[in-house]
């Protein structure tokens, strides 16, 4: 089965940077697509980024405004969410998921595998 397990939140001020990793084991699918959510407290779970290994389709949310960048290390087997230019909103647990089967759809698809989250703090 596919394992997810995010690291690297933490405690920033506004305008700082943080670095998410996702570390991926299980995960032997040709199509997919992956991606990163958040989700505040008392707020319903919303999509940051999406990338698709099949169709090579993406999906940025508007709330990122060129701030996040979403990578990959294939040797390492790792995801990773690059967030620059942080605000106070920007709070929440992320998590990454993946989807089997290509195609972000403008982060309307459904997601099959679930991380366990990491707390991000964005303090103004």
């Known amino acids: 089965e596919v394992q997810l397990v995010e690291s690297g939140g933490g405690l920033v001020q506004a305008g700082g940077s943080l670095r998410l990793s996702c570390a991926v084991s299980?995960?032997?699918?040709?199509?997919?697509?992956i991606g990163w959510f958040r989700q505040a407290p008392g707020k319903e779970r919303e999509g940051v980024l999406c990338?698709?290994?099949?169709?090579?389709?993406?999906y940025y949310a508007h709330f990122v405004k060129g701030r996040f960048t979403m990578s990959d290390d294939n040797a390492k087997n790792a995801v990773y969410l690059q967030m620059n230019s942080l605000t106070p909103e920007d709070t929440a647990i992320y998590y990454c998921?993946?989807?089997?089967?290509?195609?972000?759809?403008?982060?309307?698809?459904?997601?099959?595998?679930w991380g366990q989250g990491t707390q991000v703090t964005v303090s103004s």
């Open positions: 990338m698709s290994s099949g169709d090579g389709s993406t």
């Open positions: 998921a993946v989807a089997r089967g290509s195609g972000c759809y403008q982060g309307l698809r459904p997601f099959d595998y």
């Open positions: 299980g995960f032997t699918f040709d199509d997919y697509a």
